[in-house]
Every structure is written in structure tokens, then in C-alpha cells.
């Protein structure tokens, strides 16, 4: 009989821990607004493009990849001409997405104190040690 392996539990606070490189992916500049994206519906490679404003094609095809590879999203081809692919949230990539849509929500109601802050050091120059 096989011995049942523990789940992995991750510490994403040790350099060697695999759940640092998923921390990685993202909190990257656009793994979380890609899965933020997602949250709303499914959604076709030039959707979610047009949802987020300034992604290249080049970066948004590799973090989708990542992504699905991470198991967080999901991709479907249908065989069709011209070919129609969708991504969709898995169940963690849903988990996941709610978090950053929350995340998203708070940063922008609470946007005016960091413009505030961010001028008020400008203004002092660089920061003193």
C-alpha cells in the first residue's frame, strides 16, 4: 500500500518555499489585475487586453500562461475558424481574485492618502536616513 504524502504547506517568507514563486506570479505587476479581470466572466485573450490598459500582448500571453500553469486560470480553445480561446477563473484562481478585487477596492476609496503622501515627500526630496 502507498504512503499517503502530506500536503505541501508553504512559507512564503523562505526563499526555497514553491509558494514564493506563486507569490511571485501574482503580485506581479499584472498577475493580480488578470485575475481580477477574469472574476467578472470568462473572457477572451483581446478582452481581457482591452481591460487592462497598457498590458502588452507580449506579457499578457506569458502571464496567462504562468497563470494557468499555476492553476489558477483555466483555458479553453474551441475548433472553430478563426480559433475562439476563453479563460476562466479556477476555484483557487476565484479564491484568489476576490482577495485582490478587495485589495483593489480599498487602495482606490483610499487613493487621495497616497497621492497625499507621495506629493508631501516630493516636496521634502529624497527621504533622510
Same mark, same amino acid.
Given at each position: 500500500? +502507498?504512503?499517503?504524502?502530506?500536503?505541501?504547506?508553504?512559507?512564503?517568507?523562505?526563499?526555497?518555499?514553491?509558494?514564493?514563486? $506563486?507569490?511571485?506570479?501574482? /503580485?506581479? %505587476?499584472?498577475?493580480? #489585475? $488578470?485575475?481580477?479581470?477574469? #472574476?467578472?466572466? *470568462?473572457?477572451?485573450? /483581446? @478582452?481581457? %487586453?482591452? %481591460?487592462?490598459?497598457?498590458?502588452? @500582448?507580449?506579457? &499578457?500571453?506569458?502571464? #496567462? *500562461?504562468? !497563470? @494557468? =500553469? *499555476?492553476? !489558477?486560470?483555466? =483555458?479553453?480553445? =474551441?475548433?472553430?475558424?478563426?480559433?475562439?480561446?476563453?479563460?476562466? &477563473?479556477?476555484?483557487?484562481?476565484? *479564491? &484568489?481574485?476576490?482577495?485582490?478585487?478587495? #485589495?483593489? %477596492?480599498?487602495?482606490?476609496?483610499?487613493?487621495?492618502?497616497?497621492?497625499?503622501?507621495?506629493?508631501?515627500?516630493? +516636496? =521634502?526630496?529624497?527621504?533622510?536616513?
Amino acid at each position: 500500500m +502507498a504512503k499517503a504524502h502530506a500536503p505541501v504547506v508553504g512559507d512564503c517568507f523562505k526563499a526555497a518555499c514553491p509558494a514564493r514563486e $506563486i507569490v511571485t506570479h501574482v /503580485s506581479s %505587476r499584472w498577475g493580480g #489585475l $488578470i485575475l481580477a479581470a477574469l #472574476l467578472e466572466r *470568462d473572457l477572451r485573450y /483581446s @478582452e481581457i %487586453r482591452a %481591460r487592462i490598459d497598457g498590458i502588452s @500582448e507580449k506579457m &499578457l500571453a506569458q502571464m #496567462l *500562461d504562468v !497563470l @494557468e =500553469r *499555476d492553476g !489558477l486560470i483555466s =483555458r479553453t480553445s =474551441r475548433p472553430v475558424v478563426p480559433p475562439h480561446v476563453e479563460y476562466a &477563473l479556477t476555484a483557487s484562481g476565484r *479564491d &484568489l481574485a476576490q482577495r485582490f478585487m478587495d #485589495l483593489f %477596492r480599498w487602495i482606490g476609496a483610499n487613493v487621495d492618502t497616497f497621492v497625499t503622501a507621495q506629493k508631501a515627500f516630493d +516636496a =521634502r526630496g529624497k527621504a533622510q536616513p
